[in-house]
């Protein structure tokens, strides 16, 4: 269900959208809730704790740190790692509170992003996080399968041969098994997550305690003083950089949880409570963990060059002397990892569904399908799993090329946490508006912003180091080469295809209308006033907020009236564009909100001010204020849609709108993106809707004494097929040179569609209201699918789906075919959640229409039911 759809009467909170806050949150983010809200505090907790496993991590990544720092160097980077680490997650927790979207960093970016490199950062983005995460799915597979290989070699260290075959055909059962948690028991993740959690804690006791207790215990100025470089870098200090990589592991996937947000009740809440609560649980217990192993490791040199493949089973080994003990305790690790996997494969599918949602991936229709059975995106399980398998399959032939890849997961990770971090600083430091985050760090983030981008960096550049300083083909770190081969291949991929098709999350700049609007209105209190009801009633209909919310509206709506009587008192020489600004504004809002007794008022009183305005400045012989053209354009659009889909008359006769200004340069000849269509098509499509009523009118006098005609009278029928030659040539018209350069290259085409969209609606209404062709006929039939075939081209959420309501309208009144119907209907619960009440108007009008099954034409239906304006 759509926020748009949600009654007042609903309970504030909803197992499938959540909070009233959720519900705000994804209509600013422009998305439909299709997954269901069902984790909660504690097991966003476990989800994220359990997904990064840091004290399991710890164990089985100690090798980074034996090599590169040793006992004290091991303890060291990882305080370092975590205290800088902090930074991050702290940061990465306030930009989830803005925008709790599945979407993550790459949504950030495209939102916080400087707009000439807006879309390109945004896709890169989500191209490394879709890449990263994959690997951490065939990372955590391929270490349980390790550990059962390890396990196998204690057990029974003379009978087993390892071949790498076995590992592969491992790392699949594992990632099937992780699948099949996500699917059949999809609904039950949560509880299966807060129950980890327990596990998780517990398992950390059932480890630490016999290693304190079994190990011989070292001197403690032996392990806190010892730092080695045993990888060849000569200096400890590099060397322990280079070991970074190790604590860095454990401490990686904050961001898990966010591409579940959609899936948290009150996410942007609970969600960077989650994640901060992850940093303290995990980080002391890491370090408790790896201060343990420190002590309890022995013989460095005997713990790496374990046959098991991992140094901490060896440590279990020589700490317990049972192989048995050894075994239940690694079986611990392994679980908790495995627990890991399942909740990697849940982040990895949310990541894939977000980004083909925006048509970021190949296949995007495919992958962000969400199934109706499961509620779960099944599509992008399936296709991860696919990828976890085919990844797997070159370990059979190299492991040094697995290995690289697996290394990629990190480098890829943290390379989105830069991108998107920088850019909120950027904007930060640019003095732009950020939205407003439930959970902040006040005046502190800025410096917390500016420390997370430095230790990134340099986290960032050691995680392409090897392991040691001298290298062959088989130790040497190729995910350098790797990573940079896939962001080449996804920027080819990106020109020849994404895009065009890749959605603009965010609008890359506002209109220069739109700027000149808000500056103005912070000049002039009745404009701000009008501005600001318009914007308390639109987020009423959001969020369908209770009633009580409506006094602040009419405060606002009061306080504008009054400022514009005062503005109306001046002498008329003193007129200002802002006064018919707030005219305009006035009657928008009671159209939106379907006051029908005060609309046509507030537009009679626009057109006087316009009239005043324009012949005031054309006297002055000043020009024509673009400002004012504007308007113009906006009050147009607005009597001509009302005379096409009512009973309105319209304000000017002659439908010469352009007549009232005498300017020859009105944007003629080009599409507008105020209007969504050619200023040309305007007096063409006032000229329709005047025919239109005058053909029920002559039609209504017919009925009175005789039976009415199908057939035109010969004037009516020369008219109309001059309208329709005016009509068709004007069809090939595109943006202004401004407009293409104001706008992304997607959204400037889109506004041809919406020209196109126009212009088959104006033919439809010239042959069914004017011609009176019926439904079947196939001048008709063909404007219907060119009308849907336009709309379907404009991307959902796009802002150019503002400009379609009523060609999309104009084409379901008249078409029967089911899947016509169907996809109108999609389009139009997509166009409510951007929360105009005359969408959902619109969308319920023309359901009453369908159902009453009336033989009779829409028009003449909606005007016997008293609707005087049908899609307002």
Known sequence: MSVACTTAHEDEVSAKTGTAQDRKDMWRVGRQQE???????????????????TWEAVLFGASYGLINGGKGGMIYTYLGGLAGFSFVILSMAEMASMAPTSGGQYHWVSEFAPPSCQCILSYITGWVCV???HTGIAGCCYTVANMMIGVIAINYPDAYTYEPWHVTLLVIAVALAALLFNTLLAQKLPLIEGIILVIHCFGFFGI??????????????????????????????????????????????PDSAVHISEEIRDASRVLPLGMIWTLILNGSTGFVMIVTLAFSVGDIDHVLESQTGFAFIQVFLNSTGSVRAATGMTVVIMAMQFCAAISNVAT????????????????????SKVNPTFTVPLNALCVSLVIVSLLSLINIGSSVAFNAIMSLGTAALLSSYIISITCVRLRRWRKQPLPPARWSMGRFTPFVDTVSILVLIVIWTFSFFPLTEQVNPTTMNWSVAIFGGVILLSLVYYQLHAKKTIRVLFPLAPPVFGQTLVATAMETPHLLHALLAASCSHHARLVQEPPASQLTILKFTDLAVAGLRAALAEPAETLKPETA???????????????????KVHLSGVMQLLTALLERQRAADS??????????????????????????????????YWSLSRSPNCGIGHIDEICGYSTQLMPLLARIGQLAQRNVHEQSILETFTEPSSTLSEELTDEAQVLERKILSIADQAPSAATLASHDQALASELRNTHL??????????????????????KVRAQVAAILDNVQAIRPFSPANVLILWPIFSAGCETNELRERQAIQTRMVNMQT??????????????????????????????????????F
Not at 581 to 599: F, K, Q, S
């Open 757 to 778: 969209a126009f212009i088959h609606s104006a033919l439809l209404h010239l042959y069914r209201r004017v011609e009176l062709l019926p439904k079947s006929h196939p």
């Open 581 to 599: 600004m707030t005219a305009m504004v006035l009657c928008t809002n009671d159209v939106c909100n379907g006051n029908a007794r005060t609309w």
């Open 348 to 367: 990895t599918s949310r990541q894939v569904y977000a980004f083909a949602r925006d048509k970021g991936l190949p296949f995007s229709n495919f992958l």
């Open 208 to 253: 630490l305690i016999p290693l304190w207790v079994l190990s011989p215990r070292p001197a403690a100025s032996e392990v806190f003083g010892s730092i080695e470089d045993r990888g060849g870098w000569g200096n400890n200090g590099l060397a322990c950089l280079v070991g970074l990589v190790g604590p860095i592991y454990a401490l990686i996937g």
């Open 131 to 133: 890449l990263g995460w």
């Open 623 to 656: 020009g024509i204020d673009p400002f004012a053209l504007c308007l113009l354009k906006w009050f147009a659009t607005l009597d001509i849609l009302a005379g096409l889909s009512g009973t309105h008359e319209g304000c000017v006769n002659d439908g010469q």
């Open 35 to 53: 997954l269901n809200r069902n984790f909660q505090f504690l097991s966003v907790l476990g989800f994220t704790a359990v997904l990064m496993c």
């Open 834 to 871: 951007m929360g105009m009440g005359n969408f959902t108007r619109a969308r319920d009008a023309l359901a009453r229409y369908w159902e009453s099954g009336a033989s009779s034409r829409w028009d003449t239906y909606f005007a016997d039911c008293g609707l005087e304006l049908v899609l």
